[in-house]
């Protein structure tokens, strides 16, 4: 078999494969052709093969005699940047009112240092600060940037550098009033004055057709033993593949897979799109330099809409000073380079790569105190159960106005459950009616797994004891009222929300609008801060940690965790009562009588 020439056996059936050569590679997107002969006879495979090897002959004569990007191209691919840029502009202009004068000088001096930045990189020749925009814009053309030779992607890039120089003077002239700026650079003003042309047909869809005996084999998926074509896959490709799996297989939520798709976005953006093979140790270092420049709002705030990370840092250097945006964190940088990581080591592990570039790293461990979750001190606490939606308020859709409404709803009671228990907000919104349970004449919550219900990890599976406040408050008769009117759930208006259907997502949203309402909103304080207080309220009280965690449903560290392996629910219950507050919740007690029973009835939905 070594003597027949491009020809391999894969268990019985004989296959062609041929390696494309290097100056070729860029345009295919691929190191090597391979097909399926589709027989078991070495005289029929040596025939066919002869054919394919004559075919691809012709493919790699046409592609290397055929201009992959044309004037035409290139023409239509800088008016098609400048056109839609100025035009998604001036829409925002549109929608908007007037602007302060203080923004207005800001925008003239933001776009000034972006002209001056682009020629500065265009002296230098650093193209690949154009290599976003030269992408994206040659993907609406249906043109890959990897399928180009490097001198033809240069020729891009050098393109769309020109042109953003333009367009930044231009940008800069309508914040100065002048909306008649005609641009300089003569590539875009030739373009600019040409009648719009549609774009030729890409010349390697056009290359592949005239050698159509070949394509099939070129475009056939690469398999699991295929190493050489499973190493050619590309980051991106690779990367979302990766987080489908880890979906999949339930390694990763919804949410955690679409943070790290925003990581993989920033690295390809950033470091280019390759196999993961071909990226060093110097990739993952300038991926940190650049990320740890980014300001913290970049992906919120609409003068950052639509630009690459260069853009980004360009336009956030130029802020004027003291504007009180900061850049991202150290553990949201961590966070990037857990999800690469994660990603590499796979790689790794299957032959793809051979080490984890972004294994190594040391990130700062300290934290600012506005970077830190917060704990409900006692006054915090005192001020929250005395807001509205506790202790009466207007109506149904003004809970943060006071009036004499009492609606002992989900609203009602999360923050009491909360801070009495320690439960996590997405195991009390999920709570159902058969998880409140009693015994030994002790009611207890039944935190487990079973279907529907998500934890996050078997951890969390525990008995926590009702507290006696809440029972005092009328918990146990709002649990009551629901079975009567056959529902299921304790919190039956929470409906799925946000990326993995969690219960919460509308409550999450609510409770931070709420607390600006009622003036208790600061950074770090939130929902989840209520178990960081039941946990220091135990703690303080000289509850021991193994029983605490035993409540919250943590591991505990060290050695105790060896030999304690659960506590009894007296012992919960005894924990769960050292949760006190002060000056106490008396004004929160049903004494409204009909009034409050009432509206917890209204609060229901229908009946399934």
Not at 18 to 32: K, M, N, T
Not at 338 to 347: P, V
Request: hydrophobic share 35%.
């Amino acid at each position: 078999m070594g003597s027949v020439a491009n020809v391999v056996q894969r268990g019985r059936t004989f296959h062609f494969r041929r390696r494309v050569p290097a100056d070729l590679r860029q345009r295919l997107g691929r190191h090597e052709l391979v097909r399926s002969l589709g027989t078991s006879d070495i005289r029929t495979a040596k025939v066919v093969a002869c054919r394919l090897y004559v075919a691809a002959e012709e493919l790699f004569s046409t592609l290397r005699a055929l201009p992959m990007l044309t004037d035409d191209q290139l023409a239509h691919l800088v008016r098609d940047f400048y056109d839609t840029m100025l035009s998604d502009e001036n829409a925002g202009r549109l929608t908007r009112g007037p602007l302060p004068e203080g923004v207005r000088e800001a925008r003239v001096t933001q776009y000034a240092t972006m002209a001056a930045k682009g020629r500065e990189a265009l002296a230098s020749n650093r193209l690949d600060e154009a290599a976003f925009v030269a992408e994206s814009m040659l993907k609406r053309q249906g043109i890959a940037i990897r399928d180009l030779t490097p001198a033809e992607a240069a020729k891009a890039k050098q393109a769309m550098l020109r042109a953003g120089i333009d367009l930044s003077e231009a940008l800069k002239a309508r914040y100065e009033g002048d909306f008649n700026y005609e641009p300089r650079d003569k590539l875009l003003k030739a373009t600019l004055t040409e009648p719009h042309a549609q774009a030729s047909a890409t010349p390697a869809a056009a290359a592949m057709a005239a050698a159509a005996p070949v394509t099939p084999a070129a475009s056939t998926p690469p398999k699991k033993d295929d190493p050489a074509s499973a190493s050619d896959v590309r980051f991106e490709d690779r990367g979302k593949a990766f987080r489908d799996q880890q979906v999949q297989t339930k390694r990763w939520d919804n949410q955690t897979a679409a943070q790290a798709g925003a990581t993989y976005r920033l690295f390809a953006d950033v470091c280019g799109d390759k196999p993961l093979g071909a990226y060093t140790r110097k990739d993952a270092g300038r991926f940190r330099e650049r990320v740890e420049r980014l300001p913290s709002d970049y992906g919120k705030h609409p003068r950052y809409r639509g630009l690459n990370v260069e853009a980004i840092l360009a336009t956030y250097t130029a802020l004027p000073k003291g504007s009180g945006v900061e850049v991202i964190t150290q553990k949201t940088v961590k966070r990037h380079f857990s999800a690469l990581s994660t990603l590499w080591t796979a790689a790794v592990a299957e032959g793809d790569a051979s080490e984890n570039i972004f294994s190594g790293h040391r990130f700062s461990a300290t934290r600012k105190p506005s970077e830190q979750r917060d704990m409900w001190e006692q006054a915090d606490l005192a001020r929250l159960f005395t807001t509205p939606v506790l202790t009466g308020c207007r109506s149904a859709t003004q809970r943060s106005t006071p009036g004499t409404l009492v609606l002992r709803d989900e609203r009602f009671w999360l923050p009491l459950i909360a801070v009495f228990s320690g439960l996590r907000q997405e195991e009390i919104c999920q709570l159902q009616l058969e998880d409140v349970r009693q015994e030994n004449e002790i009611w207890y919550f039944d935190i487990n797994d079973r279907p529907p219900r998500k934890l996050k990890n078997t951890t969390a599976i525990r008995r926590v004891p009702i507290h006696s406040e809440l029972i005092r408050l009328g918990f146990m008769q709002h649990v009551e009222r629901l079975r009567r009117s056959r529902q299921t759930r304790v919190f039956p208006a929470f409906r799925p929300g946000g990326a993995d259907d969690r219960l919460g997502h509308a409550f999450t949203k609510w409770f931070t609008r709420y607390r600006r309402d009622v003036g208790l909103y600061r950074p770090g304080l939130n929902f989840h801060s209520f178990r960081h207080t039941a946990t220091t309220l135990m703690h303080q009280a000289g509850v021991p940690t193994a029983v605490i965690d035993h409540v919250t449903g943590h591991t505990t560290p060290g050695e105790t965790a060896r030999y304690t392996k659960r506590s009894t629910l007296a012992q919960l219950k005894a924990a769960v009562e050292t949760i006190v507050m002060e000056p106490g919740l008396s004004h929160l007690l049903p004494g409204g009588g009909d009034v409050s029973r009432h509206a917890s009835l209204q609060s229901l939905p229908p009946k399934p």
